[in-house]
């Protein structure tokens, strides 16, 4: 298991309603893997690259329109920093893990089987083929 968490991140994100009228919006709250929380000012510097969208230092990651958007974004981090997957959560569903298990194993391994898993592709595949070119 501690393979599968090395080569992965977990993130918890969180729903802000605007107004009745506009509806709200997703903000990535935390990202984290084994060795902790990742740097957030890096998470932000890539979203202000892809959005164009300058972010105040501290604040949660975001806003993204919606699930599809942040889910984009989710990937955009795992090409960027290398990771193979990427295990979101929302806020909710997170401390609903951290209520239900009784030690920090047990949470990473429901963290990891119970979020909604994107999975970089191109760097399995990049993995794949340096075994027969190196």
């Not at 890539?46 to 958007?69: C, M, Q, R, W």
């Not at 090409?79 to 295990?87: A, K, R, V």
């Not at 009784?102 to 990891?112: A, M, W």
């Amino acid at each position: 298991m501690d393979k599968v968490f090395n080569e992965g991140v977990v993130g918890v994100y969180h729903y802000k309603t605007a107004s009745v009228e506009e509806g709200g919006l997703y903000y990535l709250s935390t990202l984290f893997c084994d060795s902790g929380v990742l740097e957030k000012n890096h998470i932000q510097e890539l979203f202000e690259h892809e959005y164009s969208t300058k972010i105040n230092p501290g604040e949660a990651v975001g806003p993204f329109d919606g699930l599809d958007d942040l889910n984009r974004f989710a990937f955009r981090v795992c090409e960027e920093f290398d990771f193979s997957f990427i295990s979101l959560h929302s806020v909710e569903q997170y401390n609903s893990s951290l209520q239900e298990v009784s030690d920090s194993g047990e949470l990473i391994e429901k963290l990891l089987s119970e979020g909604n898993i994107i999975q970089n592709i191109e760097r399995k595949k990049k993995g794949f083929f340096n075994k027969f070119f190196n």
